[in-house]
């Protein structure tokens, strides 16, 4: 969602979202597995990423669905 300032997943996580340095493997994560973490993202739980923290709060129900199957499906 550029037209929102919400980053990219690949610019910390690698362009094939396969992991960067401490940034994890993305790609190919279960949806649900993904889901649960923009939500524990989302309500604090798991506050050690600012940029993933902020990037889920900018995600509604919807986007981060979507989010999480482009993930899984790559």
Request: contains cysteine.
């Amino acid at each position: 969602m550029p037209d929102q300032g919400t980053p990219a997943c690949a610019s910390c996580h690698g362009a094939q979202v396969q992991g960067a340095g401490t940034s994890p493997r993305l790609a190919g994560q279960p949806q649900e597995y993904l889901l649960r973490q923009i939500e524990v993202f989302k309500n604090g739980t798991r506050g050690n990423a600012p940029v993933t923290t902020a990037v889920a709060h900018t995600l509604n129900a919807d986007q981060a669905r979507a989010v999480a199957a482009y993930l899984q499906s790559r």
